[in-house]
Each structure stands twice: as C-alpha cells, then as structure tokens.
C-alpha cells in the first residue's frame, strides 16, 4: 500500500524525522487543505482547530494523538461531515465534504448501542438509516460479529454482554454498510487496560483483513504507536500539528513490539512533545 | 415433613406480590375499628369499616352506575393528556425557540389552582361530561410533559451524531433513537398523570355535576351519609389502582428492554 516508505535497516533515524516524508500516493483517501475551525460563543469567537494540511492514504492506519481540548473531535465530526469546517476543504475519497456523506463509519469511546435493539439489530442500525436493502446486509453483519468473535451473541441485549464485548459491536456496526473510512474517537478509553490492549491487537488485525483507512484519536501514546502506520502529534488548543511521524514497525504487530528499540524511542520522541507543552492528560 | 411442606407453602403465599398489601391493608381496617371503638368516634365523624362494607354491598349497582361517568372523564382526560404532552414536549425538546416560549408559561399555568377554576368549565359547557374531561386534563398534562421533555433531552448526543453520519433523516433518527430512549420517562409521567386525572375528574364532578363518583360524595357529605362518602372514597381509589395497573402492563410490553425490567428478561430466557 505505501511503497514509498518501507523503512530498511540502512535508514535508522526515518521514524525521527519530524514532519513524515510519506508522500500522497495519489490513491484517494482523506485530504485536509487548509481546514480550520473557530466556534462562536458569546464571549466571541473561540478558534479551536488552526489550519491543517495533510492527507491520509488509502488503507492507512492514521492517528491523531493530542491533549484533552485541542479539537481532535471537531476534526472527526468534521470529516464525517456532520460539522462544516470554518475555511478550507475536506477530500473524501476525492469528493469534497460538506453534508453528512455516509462513507464512514464511527466508533466512539462509549459503544452507544441503542439497549432496545438486539446486537445484531444494533449492528444493522446504519443499514436502516441508509435505507439499503436489510437482506442483502444480514449476512454480511454476522459475518463482521464473526470477525470480532461475537458470533452466537446476535440475540443478546446490549447489556447482557462486556464493555470490551460492546465496542466490539460498535466496530461491527462502523464496518456493515462497507465505508471506505472508519473514525474512532478514543475507542478503548473506557476499557480497563488488559481488555484494552487485547483491543488494540484485534483492531490491528481488523483493519488488516478489511484494509480499510482508519482515523483514530487517543490520548495514549504507546497505544498510538502500536496501531499507526503514522502518527500525527498535535498541540495544545487552538489544536495545530506539531509532528507527523512515521512507524516503520513491520506487521503484523503483537505486544512484543512494545519492547522494540525503534517503539520505546518513538514514544518518548512523542512525549517529549507534550512535556516541553506542559500538558499532558 | 408434611409440616415443611405446609410452612414453605405459607411463605410462598407471603412473598406473592399481591399478598403484603393486602395483609397491609387489613391491618389498618383492624386498626380503623379499633380505634373507633376504643375512642368512641361518633359514626357522622368517622364511620365503622363495617357499615363501608354494608354500603358498598347494599348499594353496589348504584355506585357501579356513578363510577361509570367518573371513570369515562378520566380516561378521556387521560387520553387528551398524553395525546397532547407528548407532542409539545417534542417541540419543547426539538426546538430551544419553541421552549423558551412555552416552557416558563407552562410551568406558570401550572400553578393556577386547577379546583379554584373548574367553576369556569361549568360556566362554558355545563353540567356535563366536558368540564370533567377538561379538569383531568389539565391536571394530567403536565406530568407527562415534565417527564417526557426530560426523556427527549437527555439522549446522547454522540448517538445523535452517530445515526446522522450514516444519512438518517431528522425524522429517521427521532424514530430510532430520541423516540425509543424517551419512552421509560414517558411511562413515568403517564403513571403519575393517569392518578391525577382520577383526582381532576372528581375535582370536575365537586363544582358541578349530577353524576359520577364525585357528585355521591359531595351528596353525602351534605346529608352526613359517610358510610356512603367512603364507599365512594373506596371505589375511587380501585379504579386509580386499576388504570395505574393497566398503564404499567402496557409499559412491559412496550419498553421490555428498561433497566426495571431486566431481572424478568433474565428469568424468561
């Protein structure tokens, strides 16, 4: 997928380089140019997000990691188009955003699944909102619940099953109406750290088998190297990016890879961001 | 063994829902008699539990009929409430325009005491059923408005967003998330709205009106007839405990999902 950058052995320091030299490859993806976003509020006018410049190809694994308050859920709602961007333009798949277009699918921090509808059904919500035909998707959501490893689980309640178990659905219900682009906004901040990291493992293999492009916000450093193929940095509010790094860690990628040279020196690269900033929380 | 057998069969009894109620309020008829014995309450102030049972055993077809307009004003009056509130509770929740107009009125239309102006609705339409309906109206409105707009507000806004990235229409995303997640506050206000559409129609009945269950009691009150006041006092109180009880039954059907029910779901799968 992105022939430009295999990181070789003869080129120690590319992960260091600041701003990554993975150049657009051409394919479409998402294309940011010159988005911003300022709210109004009545004590005027708050700027929440300075201008962006950067794309994200096709297939690639993308993740924003930044303070709390530095407008990484503005730029997801705003790529969904759910939220129009103060100036600029967003390219989706080359098609410019402004209404809300459907070629995504969220997962938020909270699985939100609707607790009236079966797991199956809940999995089927984007389906019925898009008035695509049931039957025809049916056998595409179990076999998403098959992938996730919630197979025989279709029936249950939401709440009859764990948290880990409840996002897991919600990927599920992110990845049934086939979208090009899944947002996930902190997807495993309300699991505990154990279930956390066996998510992460299985995201990684997720977005692997369905090659999908994957946008992920966290607050975790280590989690952000694990799963990115790059890493964008951003600073404290008004948000801005501070550093793109690539992760020229090869895949399939287990936990060991915590333990690798290039990954504790990319995270400490990373935090140091946040240190010189003050603020890391 | 046998006497086991006969102990657990008690207990069983005893833990039916019905039952502690029920032995509840025979305890308190006992206490009733005896404290009219013992203190010696004269029968035009309080009336001996027994000569309430005479009353309603004697006069049971008589108090049948009047129950009956009593209870047609409720429901009807039931009935306007929740076909009324649950829409203007949607507009106050779906517009901050719409609630900052009406809300504030409501809440100070609700403090005009409703017994203090049923005379008028006797003035406008007579002594009929309508001035009844109105008051049980009125008086049940404003729960399910309360209780409904607080089930439309407090939906996750996340999920909002969710279902709106996929495309769904505003009216799509009402009937799919807002609609289903308001309905347990929606049951609650019908709840209390159903008891106090009871107590509006007899308010209807008190100001003006030659039938129901209210009238019979405004009547002997007037001939100092108690034992017939609290056997129309008796009735009233069933048929509150009757609506409320069918309104929770429909409540299971419609929500089996809540959190208050989840226990049965359990036990039935």
Redesign the interface.
């Given at each position: 997928m992105q022939p430009v950058t295999k990181v070789t052995a003869d080129q120690p320091g590319a992960h260091l380089r600041l701003v990554s030299d993975r150049t657009d490859t051409g394919k479409p993806g998402i294309k940011l140019k010159g988005v911003s976003k300022t709210y109004r509020s009545r004590d005027g006018d708050v700027p929440s997000l300075q201008p962006l410049d950067f794309h994200i190809n096709q297939g690639e694994f993308f993740v924003v990691v930044g303070p709390s308050g530095c407008g990484k859920s503005t730029l997801l709602?705003m790529i969904?188009?759910?939220l129009p961007p103060s100036t600029g333009e967003i390219l989706v798949e080359g098609e410019q955003v402004t209404k809300?277009?459907?070629n995504?699918g969220?997962v938020?921090q909270?699985a939100?699944l609707?607790?009236?509808r079966s797991i199956l059904s809940n999995v089927m919500?984007?389906i019925?909102?898009?008035r695509l035909p049931r039957a025809k998707y049916l056998a595409r959501a179990q076999q998403l619940l098959k992938l996730v490893g919630l197979e025989g689980f279709e029936k249950k309640?939401p709440?009859q099953l764990s948290g880990g178990m409840q996002q897991r659905a919600s990927i599920c219900r992110a990845l049934v109406?086939d979208p090009k682009i899944m947002l996930m906004d902190e997807p495993f901040g309300a699991l505990d750290a154990m279930t956390r990291e066996r998510m992460n493992v299985e995201l990684s293999r997720i977005q692997r088998e369905t090659g999908k492009t994957v946008l992920l916000i966290t607050h975790s450093i280590p989690e952000a190297v694990f799963l990115a193929d790059r890493v964008l940095v951003m600073t404290e509010r008004p948000g801005a990016i501070a550093a793109i790094y690539d992760v020229p860690l090869p895949r399939p990628r287990s936990l060991d890879v915590m333990a690798d040279p290039i990954f504790t020196e990319l995270v400490q690269r990373i935090r140091k961001h946040f240190f010189t900033q003050g603020a890391l929380d | 063994m046998a006497e086991a057998k006969v102990e657990s069969m008690v207990t069983k009894a005893l833990n039916a829902a019905w039952v502690r109620p029920f032995l509840f309020l025979i305890f308190i008829v006992v206490a009733w008699d005896f404290a009219i014995r013992i203190f010696k309450i004269p029968a035009y102030q309080i009336p001996a539990p027994a000569d309430v049972v005479a009353v309603l055993f004697n006069d049971w077809p008589e108090l049948l009929r009047q129950a009956w307009p009593t209870t047609y004003a409720t429901i009807l009056g039931f009935l306007l409430s929740a076909a009324f509130g649950i829409p203007v509770a949607m507009l106050i929740a779906g517009s901050r325009t719409i609630e900052s107009y009406i809300y504030p009125l409501l809440v100070f239309s609700q403090s005009v005491p409703k017994v203090a102006i049923a005379p008028l609705f006797v003035v406008w339409f007579g002594f009929g059923i309508i001035p009844k309906v109105i008051a049980a109206f009125l008086l049940g409105f404003f729960p399910v408005v309360v209780s409904a707009v607080q089930g439309f507000k407090s939906v996750d806004l996340d999920m909002i967003d969710l279902a709106r990235a996929m495309q769904g229409s505003r009216f799509q995303v009402f009937c799919a998330v807002n609609l289903p997640h308001a309905m347990p506050a929606i049951f609650s206000g019908l709840k209390v709205s159903v008891t106090l559409a009871v107590v509006g129609a007899v308010v209807g009945e008190f100001v003006g009106s030659n039938s129901g269950l209210g009238y019979v009691m405004q009547r002997s009150i007037g001939t100092f007839d108690l034992p017939t006041m609290f056997a129309a006092l008796v009735i009233l109180a069933l048929l509150g405990v009757i609506l409320f009880w069918i309104v929770d039954r429909i409540e299971r059907l419609v929500i089996p999902w809540h959190v208050s029910r989840r226990e049965e779901i359990v036990f039935a799968s």
């Open positions: 709602k969904s188009g759910l809300p277009h459907g995504v969220i938020f909270n939100l609707l607790p009236w919500l984007p019925d909102m898009k309640l709440w109406h | -």
